[in-house]
Structure formats: structure tokens, C-alpha cells
């Protein structure tokens, strides 16, 4: 008697957790309707997660003064409440210059994003979300590496849309989506050791093609895995100084690639072209592992924190 | 081994799926195809997911390319494959048909989805 009350009871839990999962709406993942937005590498994702990339392993293109880096990232995403989500990363660097020996260590900058899921419009298969991001000074090798000495402000807009809800008559076109984001970044300081910090405007776009889309929402083209499951994009992002004599530069870069995604885990690899001069010269490539701590810890670490 | 590289390793560990992990459950395969052509009514409207699904969240919707929906009994998960979602369907005229489809996979992943496939020659 007792344990079919206490089976009973555990029926009415399942049932009142999918009804509260199925009422919310809750997006985790990149799911916007029908559309699933990959996490992508450059591109900051217009939806707030909880999703972890390590490593995210980076060649850069050489500089122009023919320096190189490798740059090993990580970042984790950590929903506090369904729509607010929290973002951390730092990157390890080795950087050679020529006739000198590789100097390692914590490059960049920690930083913390915080941000609010603004916009999830399932039947367009667009999302938005309205964040501030935080570069800390101080959290890098700033001598050896040229890490900052300042911390940077940046109000953020990510956005994303998905173009399956275009006719039926323009069956290609419906795999497309694009993913958006636009910053300003404020440095704390002025200058560092003479050299002025401008503001920069921060802007860039991820342009995919979902295969997977194709294949099971559009038209069945004979795709089976892993075929089925990857997504060819073309992701650009510049950075264009707007003051303190340095208004106009911008550095960027080019970057194509493929993901594939599993059910745990998504593997990207992009090739890095240098988009100015300024950014450097030939070319790069990054490689990352990205895994959706949703799915492997459904019920512990890739909830959200607090459900309202 | 640089000490760095065995956290990171460490960290790699923790990441290894926890037993009976479950996903969001995508389409895996259709019958009808997305999108293709039968030259005879089909029976049934089968879809199968990468993942389990859960009967009671779940659901399958027919209707005409115009939208007028058909009538149907309720979908129900196969008793011999948690992954496939079954809607028997009545004798379809030729023509295009809508399928709308949302499942919940048993570990409350949501996912949705829709597709049309035509019937005739």
C-alpha cells in the first residue's frame, strides 16, 4: 500500500516537472521553434545556456610583426534562471616571436557575461538577448603577453534567426540562419604604458547552413549520420577603434567551417583568415569541443538555478 | 605531464556522460520521407527520434497543405521502440499533407517540428 503510494506520488512528480518543463517553454540548447542554433566558435550565441567549450584550441594567423599565438579557451554557461544565464572564459597562450623564446601563460582577459533572453519567437525561429559583458584587468600576463591592465565594459546585443519560415516554394533557402552580435567595448583606462585604449565598436556574423534542417524538416536528401547532423558556416567578426586618435582601425577576420552535433557534444573546426592588415597575415585555424551540460546533466548541473 | 594539461584532463573526465544521460530528442527518420512522395495512401505516419520519447507530451498532428486539420486517434509511443511515435491515419485522397509533430524525451527535452510529404502519383 505504502509503496504504491510512494510510486504513485513519484508519477505525479515526473508529471508535474514535464508539465512545468512543457509550459515554460524553456530554451536551452540553441532552440528557437523547430530550429536548433549550433553553439558556434567566434560568434557569441543569441541564447543563454548551460553549455561548456574545452578546450577551444586556436592557431592565429601571424601577426604583423611575426609573432604567433596558440591560444587554448575555455567558457562555461550557466543558466541562473530559464531566461538569465551567466558566461565565463579565459584562455591559456603560448605566443612566439621570432628569434625569441615561447612565452605561456594566462593571456587575455577573464571574463563574465551576464545576459537576459530578450526574444525566443519560435514560429520566425528568431532569439535575442541583451547582455553585459566584463573583461577584468589584471587577469592575464600583461607584461609577457600583453594581457590588459584595464577592464572593459561591453553592452551586448546577440541576436539569431532562422529562415525556415520562408515559403515552401524556396525549399533551399530554409536550411539558412544567421546569428548577430554588436558591442561597444569601454576600457577602464585611457591608455596603458603610452598606448591609448580606444572605445571599439565590435561587430560580427555566423551564416549557416543546416543540413540537419534540410534533411528532417524540409526535404529528405538521403542524409544519414553523421551527414545529417552538420552545419557548414561562414562566421566574420571586426573590431573598429572609434576614438583616442585610433578611430577607424579595425582588425577581424574570416572564418569558415563546419560543425557537427551529437546528442552530448558539438565539434567545430574553422579556418582563420585575417580580414585587414592590421589582423595579420596568412592564415590560422581553430578546433573546439563543446559539450551541452543540459543533456548530460539533465537533472543537477544543466538545470538552471532557479526556476521563475 | 604538465600539471595544466592534467586538470584539464581532469575536467575532460568529469564531462563523460553519467549513466542513463538522455537528450533532446531530434527526428532521426520519417516514414512518409520529409518532404518526398508515396504513390499509395500510407497507413501510418511513423517517426523516429534519437531519443526515448514520453506518450503523455508528445504528439503527432495531420492536416491538409491548406490547413485543415484530420481527424485522428491520439499518437502512441511503439511498445517495442521508445524512440517511435506512431499516428494511424485514415484513407488520404491524393494531395499534400502537413505533418506537425512535438515530443517531450523522457528526461523533459522539448523539441518540435513539422514537414509535408505528398500523397499520388
Known amino acids: ?97 621570432p628569434d625569441m623564446p615561447a612565452v605561456t601563460g594566462l593571456g587575455g582577459a577573464f571574463s563574465a557575461e551576464l545576459d537576459y533572453q530578450v526574444l525566443l519567437d519560435a514560429p520566425h525561429q528568431a532569439l535575442a538577448l541583451l547582455g553585459v559583458n566584463t573583461s577584468f584587468g589584471h587577469t592575464g600576463r600583461v607584461q609577457a603577453l600583453g594581457a590588459p591592465d584595464f577592464t572593459t565594459i561591453s553592452p551586448v546585443i546577440d541576436f539569431g534567426k532562422g529562415f525556415g519560415d520562408l515559403p515552401e516554394s524556396m525549399p533551399w533557402l530554409r536550411p539558412l540562419a544567421i546569428t548577430g552580435t554588436l558591442n561597444f567595448g569601454f576600457p577602464t583606462k585611457t591608455q596603458s604604458a603610452g598606448v591609448p585604449n580606444p572605445n571599439t565598436f565590435n561587430f560580427g556574423f555566423s551564416f549557416q547552413y543546416s543540413l540537419e534542417y534540410l534533411q528532417h524538416y524540409v526535404t529528405d536528401v538521403g542524409l544519414s549520420a553523421p551527414f545529417d547532423r552538420l552545419i557548414p558556416l561562414v562566421e566574420v567578426s571586426f573590431s573598429t577603434a572609434v576614438n583616442r586618435g585610433l578611430g577607424g582601425q579595425t582588425v577581424g577576420t574570416i572564418q569558415p567551417g563546419v560543425i557537427w552535433f551529437g546528442q552530448y557534444v558539438q565539434i567545430g573546426a574553422e579556418a582563420i583568415i585575417p580580414a585587414s592588415r592590421l589582423t595579420g597575415h596568412g592564415y590560422g585555424g581553430v578546433v573546439q569541443l563543446h559539450f551541452y551540460l543540459d543533456d548530460l546533466f539533465s537533472n543537477s548541473l544543466g538545470r538552471p538555478l532557479l526556476r521563475w | 605531464m604538465q600539471r595544466w594539461l592534467l586538470q584539464l584532463l581532469a575536467v575532460a573526465a568529469l564531462m563523460v556522460p553519467p549513466v542513463g544521460a538522455l537528450a533532446h530528442a531530434f527526428l532521426d527518420h520519417a516514414v512518409p520521407p520529409v518532404g518526398g ?85
Not at chain 1, 609573432?67 to 543558466?79: F, Q, T
Not at chain 2, 485543415?68 to 517495442?80: G, L
Not at chain 2, 484513407?91 to 500523397?119: C, I, K, M, Q
Open chain 2, 37 to 121: 512522395a508515396v504513390p499509395t495512401p500510407p497507413k501510418e505516419i511513423r517517426l523516429t527520434f534519437s531519443e526515448g520519447v514520453e506518450p503523455r507530451f508528445s504528439g503527432i498532428e495531420l492536416a491538409t497543405s491548406d490547413g485543415r486539420a484530420i481527424a485522428t486517434a491520439p499518437a502512441i509511443r511503439d511498445p517495442a521502440d521508445d524512440k517511435q511515435l506512431v499516428l494511424a491515419v485514415p484513407n488520404l485522397a491524393p494531395g499534400r499533407y502537413r505533418v506537425n509533430w512535438h515530443v517531450v524525451s523522457v528526461d523533459t527535452h522539448r523539441t518540435e517540428g513539422e514537414f509535408t510529404f505528398t500523397v499520388g502519383p
Open chain 1, 1 to 97: 500500500m505504502l509503496a504504491a503510494s510512494l510510486i504513485g506520488r513519484a508519477r505525479l512528480v515526473v508529471a508535474v516537472s514535464l508539465m512545468i518543463t512543457y509550459a515554460s517553454g524553456a530554451v536551452a540548447h540553441g532552440f528557437a521553434g523547430d530550429r536548433f542554433f549550433p553553439a558556434t566558435i567566434l560568434t557569441p550565441d543569441p541564447f543563454v545556456a548551460d553549455e561548456m567549450s574545452l578546450p577551444t584550441a586556436v592557431i592565429n594567423p601571424p601577426s604583423p610583426d611575426g609573432s604567433r599565438a596558440i591560444d587554448i579557451e575555455a567558457d562555461l554557461a550557466k543558466r541562473i534562471t530559464p531566461d538569465l544565464g551567466l558566461t565565463l572564459s579565459h584562455r591559456w597562450e603560448s605566443l612566439t616571436v
